[in-house]
Structures are given as C-alpha cells and as structure tokens.
C-alpha cells in the first residue's frame, strides 16, 4: 500500500491549496480516506474523512465550512480543498486509510505534506 500526498505549500492567510493523495496497493474505491495533521509539538488530528461512497463527509470543527474532500475513485486519488486558511493551519497533511488484517485495524500513512500559512 502507499499513499502519496501532495499539493502543500506556502500561503498567505485567506488564501487556497487543494491536496492530493494518490494510492495504490489498494482496492481505493472501496476505502475510507481520512486527511489528518500534525502541527509542531501537538498530536496528530483528524480534519476531514470520506467513505467509500464520496458520500456524508466527516470534518473537525475547525475544518467545517473552510475545507472540503473529495474523491476520484476511477484516478485513486483523494482531494482535500482548503480554503480561507489561517495561519493555525500551518502542519503536516497526512492522508490514512485501514484495513484490516487477520483481526486487526493496520493504519497506512503517506509521507505528508507541508501547509505553512504565514505573511
């Protein structure tokens, strides 16, 4: 499995980027797809999460209304829009996806991409 994000960069509060993960190993189109980050010296925490279907995205509170996910099943690749950004954006883009294995829940990480949001 791997998973490849990409899209991050540097930007102006209020600006926009849209990140990419592209996978492969997987059956992508019967996957959930989650996007996560990781500020400096802070846990690492959910943003945006979109089943199998595209259908009734989960977002965190901060992410609600500014932030959007997506996804393209025939291209195997997920999308996170990111809108009006704050500099408390500013972290480590992981997208995840699980599957189960024997009993158990393994998680699959990308590699990440930063998202700095400063003036």
């Known amino acids: 499995v791997q998973l490849v994000e990409s899209g991050g960069g540097l930007v102006q509060p209020g600006g926009s980027l849209r990140l990419s993960c592209a996978a492969s190993?997987?059956?992508?189109?019967?996957?959930?797809i989650g996007w996560y980050r990781q500020a400096p010296g802070k846990q690492r925490e959910l943003v945006a999460r979109l089943r199998s279907s595209g259908s009734n995205p989960d977002y965190a509170d901060f992410a609600q209304g500014r932030f959007t996910v997506s996804r393209d099943n025939d291209g195997n690749t997920a999308y996170l829009q990111m809108n009006n950004l704050k500099p408390e954006d500013t972290a480590v883009y992981y997208c995840?996806?699980?599957?189960?294995?024997?009993?158990?829940?393994?998680?699959?990480w990308g590699q990440g991409t930063q998202v700095t949001v400063s003036s």
């Open positions: 190993g997987i059956t992508f189109s019967r996957k959930t």
């Open positions: 995840n996806t699980r599957t189960i294995i024997a009993t158990n829940w393994v998680d699959y």
